[in-house]
């Protein structure tokens, strides 16, 4: 060309990134008669390759290694991990230092990181784990008992079946011992033992069963307790006597089997014979005592007003049981809550045998308001109030119209004060004697205002 010459495309190019690139540079004379050249190069850098991260999959042991086969089958775990690719890389791990687990069961995860110059990290996590120790199961033999009249070298054999008969399994690396530690079978003579096995591992399990080897003594009958029944209880299976296998005979046995009735009322011997396998004899007694029922009389029927309130239920004997029925709450008949009608009451005696018997008696209420007002108890001492000392039913001018009746009978239905006068009361005696603390049935007859009979029947409580 013509001089001068100018060039440009050489300024302001920068190398390619070392991770991977290219820069092409365009080369351009000019010289003074406007002629033009030029050429184009490029500079290339290769990229780096990617990161490639292998680890380990996730791997379970077989349980009971020892720690030292744990921690080398950690350690060939670990090192299967590895890397290639990137610029620049460097393997780490999650935890810094990883342990394995202990050898009796556990699990540690892992999670490996590859930190390269050119791209991001990558990472890959995996499970190691060491199975649990299994439960260690123990099986103990269960109590057992061999008859009399045995060798000692019958009982000594069925001894070690006996002891064979436990057994254990699990755990890792079992060890057992008994207490006591030297076993031996009791004398064919009759004896006992207890024997506890105790069964740990190297895993620090622990579990231990205890059962009883009993060789009987030679005949030896041992009868139940002596027992007590009511006479209405049911005929029921006589059991409880050792060795089990005999006969019961006495008064009400039949089979084996005991009936009250049939007994009757009283203490019985009841004999308890057993042979055994060598035919020699034994026989126990106890007895069997049948109680009697408790006699149990209710009060006679019984009409309370609607709006009589609660009314203190009394009069059965004997005394000490317990009034059940619709309206009765704590020894208390409620009319208002029962409501009106004929209501039947249940009484339930239990005498210091605990037999029980019952009665029954009603109670009507009725619609009519109680203008006719009786008390449900008196007391006729000095300690009384003036308006109590006496027994009388209460009524409003004119209620009577007709004849009256006033009727005091004991707890044994006998009559012990009548009047026809409705101004005279009951003073609490009888025969001119204090009758003694307790409840009084009471019978009150007459003609309403209305024309109408009225009979009111109860139970007064006398206090001293």
């Known amino acids: 060309g013509c001089e001068p010459v100018t060039e440009s495309g050489l300024e302001g190019h920068s190398p390619p990134d070392f991770c991977g690139g290219e820069v092409t540079v365009t080369y351009m004379v000019t010289d003074n008669c406007d002629q033009q050249a030029q050429c184009s190069y490029s500079f290339s850098v290769a990229p780096a390759p990617s990161v490639v991260l292998d680890v380990p999959d996730d791997t379970t042991t077989d349980e009971c290694l020892s720690q030292d086969e744990a921690d080398a089958a950690f350690a060939v775990w670990l090192s299967e991990a590895g890397f290639e690719g990137g610029c620049g890389g460097m393997l780490t791990t999650t935890p810094t230092d990883p342990l394995a687990p202990d050898a009796c069961g556990g699990s540690i995860e892992v999670t490996w990181t ?274 109590n000392r006496v027994f009388k039913p209460v009524f409003k001018h004119g209620d009577i119209t007709g004849s009256y009746t006033l009727t005091i009978y004991n707890r044994w239905g006998a009559k012990i004060f009548y009047t026809e006068s409705p101004d005279e009361g009951w003073d609490g005696t009888e025969n001119n004697r204090n009758a003694p603390q307790g409840g009084y049935i009471y019978k009150i007859t007459y003609i309403d205002k209305n024309n109408v009979p009225q009979e009111h029947v109860g139970v007064v409580m006398l206090i001293r």
């Not at 005999?246 to 011997?269: C, K, M």
Request: net charge negative.
């Open 114 to 387: 590859v930190s390269s110059d050119c791209e991001d990290d990558v990472t890959g996590s995996a499970k190691f784990m060491v199975s649990q120790a299994s439960a260690i199961e123990l099986t103990c033999a269960s109590n057992h008992t061999e008859p009399p009249g045995q060798s000692q070298a019958e009982i000594n054999a069925a001894f070690d079946n006996w002891l064979a008969q436990t057994t254990w399994e699990g755990g890792c690396d079992l060890n057992v011992v008994t207490d006591p530690p030297n076993l031996q079978a009791p004398d064919s003579s009759g004896g006992y033992i207890t024997v506890i096995w105790i069964v740990t591992d190297e895993c620090g399990q622990e579990i231990q069963c205890s059962s009883g080897f009993e060789v009987l003594e030679m005949t030896v009958v041992i009868c139940p307790d002596d027992m007590e029944k009511c006479l209405d209880d049911s005929p029921f299976e006589l059991t409880g006597a050792t060795p089990t296998g005999g006969t019961y005979s006495g008064p009400g046995v039949s089979g084996n089997t005991f009936d009250p009735a049939l007994a009757g009322e009283g203490t019985h011997l009841i004999t308890y014979e057993y042979i055994d396998e060598n035919g020699c004899e034994g026989a126990c007694t106890f007895t069997i005592t049948v109680n009697t029922l408790p006699e149990v009389n209710c009060p006679p029927l019984i009409n309370h007003p609607i709006d009589g309130g609660l009314l203190t239920l009394t009069g059965a004997m004997p005394e000490g049981g317990a009034y059940t029925g619709q309206g009765v709450s704590g020894g208390m008949f409620d009319p208002t809550n029962a409501g009106t009608g004929e209501h039947i009451i249940t009484y339930t005696y239990a005498n210091d045998a605990g037999c029980m018997a019952d009665c029954t008696f009603t109670i009507t209420v009725s619609m009519e308001t109680a203008s006719t007002r009786i008390p449900n108890a008196f007391m006729p001492t000095e300690h009384g109030l003036e308006p």
